[in-house]
């Protein structure tokens, strides 16, 4: 190759090197450009959430305790973002309908959910078919409340005390009757746990709701009917019914007359829980201002006042806090559901 061919050979390659080098300087810019655009709206979007009603999907029926307790909520973050709070009631299948319905949603942060915590921990193991897994398809914002199962027998009952029960029950070999609302619900689980820990045999009797198995025990079908307080106070109150025990972890305001079940039975621990969450991809942003604004809400002495009316009790903390309470309760719910030998079905 003559000297004259070398030089324009290599004033084309740096010729075409420059240009390969502009277009993938531009193409980076260009990228980079968009990122920076793409990331200035989502951080507008999420300093103008909320700019419409926010809805929070929640698996109960009207008027039940957690659907008070998040419309009090409501009315409080409502006054807070200067938009409505919905609260659209999608009860039924242990929980699994609202999961669903939050899951069908977009991921915009306009719909939330306050969903007990059985539907995460326990439904995916017990019923055939649920289209969802939490930590695929959910992010954990806060926990909202906790609700103490409560040990209760009729007023004329010879148990005294958790332990009278217990020791009654390891003298029968056929079980001692305890009232639950359903096989496979959370009365029912704890129950079980109850029995598990303190190696005694329950056998347990499954009605409908809270008023059949609270009728089925003051009419003296079972021995013991565990429940949430707000389902029996009416009854402890009227002296028709007496409490054994809590199966709360402390003892909440309001129950300070009960004795822990875990002081009896170490490890006899069991709430109904109340969680907020959403779909996963919502901004992180608006996560956290709802976490934050949820928190101040549950905290407010009105709320407050009242959800220990309802026998719910605030416990507002960070997602990871809630992230470790439902892989807690999946462990316990699981090696109970195990121990029965309960399948999805």
């Known amino acids: 190759m003559t000297l004259n061919a070398t030089m324009s050979s290599l004033a084309s390659s740096t010729l075409h090197g420059s240009r390969r080098q502009a277009l993938k300087t531009g193409g980076m810019a260009l990228l980079g450009a968009a990122s920076f655009l793409a990331t200035g709206r989502a951080v507008r979007a999420a300093a103008a959430w909320p700019a419409h009603p926010v809805r929070f999907v929640v698996p109960f029926p009207p008027a ?45 942060g306009y719909t939330l959910g306050f969903v007990q915590g059985s539907a995460i921990s326990v439904a995916p193991s017990l019923i055939r078919g649920v289209g969802y897994d939490f930590e695929r398809d959910f992010v954990p914002i806060t926990l909202a409340a906790a609700a103490p199962f409560m040990l209760a027998v009729p007023a004329d009952s010879p148990y005294r005390t958790l332990a009278d029960l217990i020791a009654d029950a390891r003298r029968r070999p056929e079980g001692v009757e305890v009232a639950d609302n359903g096989r496979g619900t959370a009365p029912h689980l704890a129950a079980a746990l109850l029995g598990l820990k303190a190696d005694v045999r329950f056998l347990h009797v499954h009605y409908t709701g809270g008023a059949q198995q609270l009728q089925a025990t003051l009419g003296g079908q079972t021995r013991m009917m565990v429940e949430t307080y707000n389902v029996i106070a009416g009854a402890v109150q009227g002296g028709r019914l007496r409490v054994l025990a809590s199966m709360g972890d402390r003892v909440e305001p309001g129950l300070e007359a009960f004795a822990l079940a875990r002081d009896t039975v170490p490890g006899a621990v069991a709430h109904g829980l109340f969680a907020v969450i959403a779909k996963k991809g919502v901004d992180a942003a608006v996560l956290a201002r709802v976490q934050r604004d949820m928190g101040a809400a549950l905290r407010d002495p009105a709320v407050l006042a009242r959800s220990r009316e309802l026998g719910v009790y605030p416990r507002p903390g960070t997602p990871a806090k809630l992230a470790q309470v439902i892989a807690e309760d999946q462990r316990t719910w699981q090696g109970v559901l195990n121990a029965l030998h309960i399948v999805p079905e």
Do not use: C, F, K, Y
């Open 64 to 108: 039940s305790a957690p659907d008070v307790l998040i419309r009090l909520v409501s009315e409080h973050l409502a006054r807070q973002w200067g938009q409505a709070v919905v609260v659209d009631n999608r009860p039924g299948g242990s929980g699994v309908i609202g999961m669903n319905h939050i899951l069908s949603s977009p991921a915009d």
